[in-house]
């Protein structure tokens, strides 16, 4: 069974820094990977997919990055703002499975401080 | 941001009561799915639809029930709701091709 961790739960950057968000996957048999950012009561909204084929997706000062072979998924944010607070999941989908097998991590819960 | 309405937003209810979700989508997706997400739970798929009525079961599908008679509408129906049913409701649409997974803005259920 597919598990997917967010380490760490929460972190804390003084606006301005540069920051990296990790996503670790047991099973590397992907489709693809997704990113997300929720905010306080509020839904998802999709930042970057990566295909299993790809290195990584860039979108403005994000950049994902998926290393298959060592089930691993970061997401940079340059030169953070205090806009960028809000809770970032990762999100796998399965290798030969539709959307319904998606498996979420939990999230790491990011503030970005004046 | 795709289109993916839902309603109610909010609703308060009271424990026996049957609530029925609805979530309505512009983009002609194929796929529609019912999650629900709880602290300590994350995001946990509770049905889903691949067309027009055709639906099927996700990890957590016991005490709900869908519908899809439209492209555009899923239903979701608690038939006689709990207090553990309290949550926060998303729907998420995709297609079959490889473009992601899509949400909408949630639904809050308390049930009292």
């Known amino acids: 069974k597919q598990e997917v961790t967010q380490i760490p739960a929460a972190l804390s950057v003084p606006e301005g820094e540069n920051l990296v968000l990790n996503c670790s996957f047991t099973d590397s048999a992907i489709y693809n990977l997704q990113w997300f950012r929720q905010d306080p009561g509020k839904g998802l909204t999709s930042l970057l997919l990566?295909?299993?084929?790809?290195r990584e997706q860039t979108s403005g000062r994000l950049n994902a990055s998926l290393d298959k072979s060592s089930g691993r998924s970061t997401l940079y944010i340059a030169a953070s703002q205090p806009g960028d607070s809000a809770t970032y999941l990762c999100a796998v989908r399965p290798r030969g499975g539709t959307a319904s097998k998606l498996t979420f991590g939990t999230g790491t819960r990011l503030q970005v401080t004046l | 941001d795709a289109g993916i309405t839902q309603s109610p937003r909010h609703k308060v209810t009271e424990t026996g009561t049957p609530v029925t979700l609805r979530c309505h989508q512009t983009?002609?997706?194929?796929?529609m799915y019912w999650y629900r997400q709880d602290p300590g739970h994350g995001l946990r798929l509770i049905h889903y639809s691949y067309g027009v009525k055709d639906t099927d079961k996700g990890e957590v599908s016991d005490g709900y029930s869908v519908s899809r008679s439209k492209t555009e509408d899923f239903l979701l129906t608690l038939e006689s709701a709990t207090s553990s049913q309290t949550s926060v409701y998303f729907c998420a649409i995709s297609e079959v091709t490889s473009v992601g997974v899509f949400f909408g803005p949630g639904t809050r259920l308390t049930v009292l």
């Open positions: 990566i295909q299993s084929s790809q």
């Open positions: 983009e002609n997706h194929r796929y």
